[in-house]
């Protein structure tokens, strides 16, 4: 029997962040599909602000933003929301095709070891107080010892229906269909949602030469499964465009709902699920790969300081805790764009209204703020503006030069950040198991989005995700042994 510390069932975006972090800090995984091999096919067409930060923190994002588009506003239903301004080095979305975060995310994981193991599905499994024994089948069949299994493994999820979690939501009731081909007469100004009759069309380029057509249907639902041509396509899209923009070469087509379900429960002893295999939803703002992605990088470090012995059982419960709600969050924001979406009168009223909101700069910044994932801000006990947020990528001084705080989190450690000659926190049973930065920062001011400017914190503790577990305005240690000890483990 094959043995490892980690089985992650599933090798998209979800899957590969989480094997990228777990072999990372060193640890073993066997990462496993179902398919035959990589399909190339894209359901996702781009990264928000917050992915991007959270790639950036890794060293991932220097090679994938030149592959992809920079668009200066996402959107909400198709009205536009301007990020330009938001507090951050990347206010943009990037439109990049899932098959190439794919493709750089695997080229990292299997640098660092985690190799995937193709036509690969787990078909059963058995779990006991040390481990899940995990039953792979396929061409291949074997068992597989481990410490934990994660479900990675999409919204039909093998590992999250035997581990008997439900999956609880709404219906579909519109359906949406893509394309990415050729244009021989492509639109002056590629645009989102474009609203006319019983549905919308959008039209974006992701790469010479290439464009999504996207259309969707207030008037029917095809169900799940449904073959759909490439002559159907371009028979709905001029129904509702009134023109096909000279389409052929088709890529890959196919068609979706906007089904909304979440995983009542995201841990079932040492099974998790996350991604798509803990949460579906319309694709309404582009938010679903984001959501997976940072579902992993907040599980993956968690898994990993347990394994180390670093921390307790209870550690992990907080990836439920934490990350349940802001997926709930994304469910009903897009029901809400789905609604906003529904052709008539009453709705096109309605967008009216919505768009003169938008305009104000408050009402903008609330939900650009929440597509792109700033503004969250986990349940962490402190009293200072930054505890449970993200922190900002401030400019630092260090001994060694200028840096800045994403860099200080290349390594997926803890850190405590002591700034502006500060004394260092005497913490010393935990030295062995965070790095301690000494730094002065280049702004006397933060800024935190949602929040305004705040003074720059004399130490803060960073979790390997980059939230804030720890900060305050003065030298003292004040509350940092008590949030150590949650997030990093028991005193030495």
Same mark, same amino acid.
């Given at each position: 029997?094959?043995? @490892?510390? *980690?089985?992650?069932?599933?090798?998209?975006? @979800?899957?590969?962040?989480? /094997?990228?972090?777990?072999? %990372?800090?060193?640890?073993?995984?066997?990462? +496993?599909?179902?398919?035959?091999?990589?399909?190339?096919?894209?359901?996702?067409?781009?990264?928000? !602000?917050? #992915?991007?930060?959270?790639?950036?923190?890794?060293?991932?994002?220097?090679?994938? %933003?030149?592959?992809?588009?920079?668009?200066?506003?996402?959107?909400?239903?198709?009205?536009?929301?301007?990020?330009?301004?938001?507090?951050?080095?990347?206010?943009?979305?990037?439109?990049?095709?899932?098959?190439?975060?794919?493709?750089?995310?695997?080229?990292?994981?299997?640098?660092?070891?985690?190799?995937?193991?193709?036509?690969?599905?787990?078909?059963?499994?058995?779990?006991?107080?040390?481990?899940?024994? !995990?039953?792979?089948?396929?061409?291949?069949?074997?068992?597989?010892?481990?410490?934990?299994?994660?479900?990675?493994?999409?919204?039909?999820?093998?590992?999250?229906?035997?581990?008997?979690?439900?999956? !609880?939501?709404?219906?579909?009731?519109?359906?949406?269909?893509?394309?990415?081909?050729?244009?021989?007469?492509?639109?002056?100004?590629?645009?989102?949602?474009?609203?006319?009759?019983?549905?919308?069309?959008?039209?974006? =380029?992701?790469?010479?030469?290439?464009?999504?057509?996207?259309? =969707?249907?207030?008037?029917?639902?095809?169900?799940?499964? #449904?073959?759909?041509?490439?002559?159907?396509?371009?028979?709905?899209? +001029?129904?509702?465009?009134?023109?096909?923009?000279?389409?052929?070469?088709?890529?890959? *087509?196919?068609?979706?709902?906007? /089904?909304?379900?979440?995983?009542?429960?995201?841990?079932?002893?040492?099974?998790?699920?996350?991604?798509?295999?803990?949460?579906?939803?319309?694709?309404?703002?582009?938010?679903? =790969?984001? $959501?997976?992605?940072?579902?992993?990088?907040?599980?993956?470090?968690?898994?990993? /300081?347990? &394994?180390?012995?670093?921390?307790?059982?209870?550690?992990?419960?907080?990836?439920? #805790?934490?990350?349940?709600?802001?997926?709930?969050?994304?469910?009903?924001?897009?029901?809400?764009?789905?609604?906003?979406?529904?052709?008539?009168?009453?709705?096109?009223? &309605?967008?009216?209204?919505?768009?003169?909101?938008?305009?104000?700069?408050?009402?903008?910044?609330?939900?650009?703020?929440?597509?792109?994932?700033?503004?969250?801000?986990?349940?962490?006990?402190?009293?200072?503006? %930054?505890?449970?947020?993200?922190?900002?990528?401030?400019? &630092?001084?260090?001994?060694?030069? /200028? #840096?800045?705080?994403?860099?200080? $989190?290349?390594?997926?450690?803890?850190? $405590?950040? *002591?700034?502006?000659?500060?004394?260092?926190?005497?913490?010393? =049973?935990?030295?062995?198991?965070?790095?301690? *930065?000494?730094?002065?920062?280049?702004?006397?001011?933060?800024?935190?989005?949602?929040?305004?400017?705040?003074?720059?914190?004399?130490?803060?503790?960073?979790?390997?995700?980059?939230?804030?577990?720890?900060?305050?305005?003065?030298?003292?240690?004040?509350? &940092?042994?008590?949030?150590? @000890?949650?997030?990093?483990?028991?005193?030495?």
């Amino acid at each position: 029997m094959e043995t @490892t510390e *980690v089985v992650i069932a599933g090798a998209g975006p @979800t899957g590969l962040m989480l /094997a990228y972090e777990l072999r %990372l800090a060193g640890v073993d995984v066997a990462l +496993v599909d179902g398919l035959p091999a990589r399909t190339g096919e894209s359901r996702a067409g781009g990264i928000h !602000v917050r #992915t991007m930060e959270i790639l950036d923190q890794r060293g991932l994002l220097d090679d994938l %933003l030149p592959l992809g588009r920079i668009m200066q506003a996402g959107h909400f239903a198709g009205l536009p929301l301007d990020f330009s301004d938001f507090h951050t080095r990347y206010p943009f979305m990037l439109a990049v095709l899932q098959s190439v975060i794919e493709r750089e995310l695997d080229r990292h994981a299997t640098e660092l070891g985690a190799v995937v193991q193709w036509a690969s599905p787990v078909i059963d499994f058995r779990q006991d107080a040390t481990g899940v024994e !995990v039953e792979i089948g396929g061409p291949n069949p074997r068992r597989i010892r481990a410490a934990y299994l994660v479900g990675c493994d999409g919204g039909r999820s093998a590992v999250r229906k035997l581990a008997g979690i439900d999956y !609880v939501g709404t219906d579909a009731t519109v359906t949406g269909m893509l394309a990415d081909v050729e244009l021989a007469d492509p639109p002056a100004q590629p645009f989102f949602g474009h609203r006319r009759g019983a549905g919308d069309f959008s039209v974006v =380029q992701f790469e010479p030469g290439w464009y999504r057509l996207v259309v =969707q249907r207030h008037d029917r639902v095809l169900e799940r499964g #449904t073959e759909l041509s490439f002559e159907d396509f371009r028979t709905n899209f +001029v129904e509702v465009a009134g023109t096909d923009f000279g389409m052929h070469s088709p890529r890959w *087509v196919s068609h979706y709902g906007d /089904a909304a379900r979440q995983a009542d429960r995201y841990r079932v002893g040492r099974v998790f699920v996350a991604g798509d295999a803990a949460h579906i939803h319309y694709p309404a703002g582009g938010q679903g =790969q984001n $959501l997976g992605i940072q579902d992993a990088v907040n599980l993956g470090w968690k898994l990993a /300081a347990t &394994l180390r012995g670093n921390a307790s059982d209870e550690l992990l419960d907080t990836y439920e #805790t934490e990350r349940h709600p802001i997926a709930a969050r994304v469910l009903n924001n897009t029901r809400a764009q789905t609604a906003l979406g529904r052709p008539g009168p009453h709705t096109d009223a &309605l967008r009216e209204v919505m768009s003169d909101l938008i305009d104000m700069e408050q009402v903008r910044h609330r939900l650009g703020l929440m597509i792109t994932a700033l503004d969250i801000r986990y349940d962490i006990k402190g009293e200072h503006p %930054l505890v449970g947020r993200r922190i900002p990528d401030a400019d &630092l001084t260090t001994a060694t030069g /200028a #840096t800045r705080v994403h860099e200080l $989190l290349r390594a997926g450690r803890p850190v $405590l950040l *002591v700034l502006d000659g500060n004394d260092v926190p005497a913490v010393p =049973q935990w030295h062995d198991r965070i790095a301690i *930065v000494r730094a002065e920062s280049r702004d006397e001011q933060w800024a935190v989005p949602g929040v305004g400017e705040i003074p720059a914190p004399a130490a803060v503790l960073l979790r390997p995700d980059g939230y804030v577990a720890w900060a305050s305005e003065e030298p003292a240690a004040a509350g &940092l042994p008590e949030a150590l @000890t949650v997030w990093v483990g028991a005193p030495a």
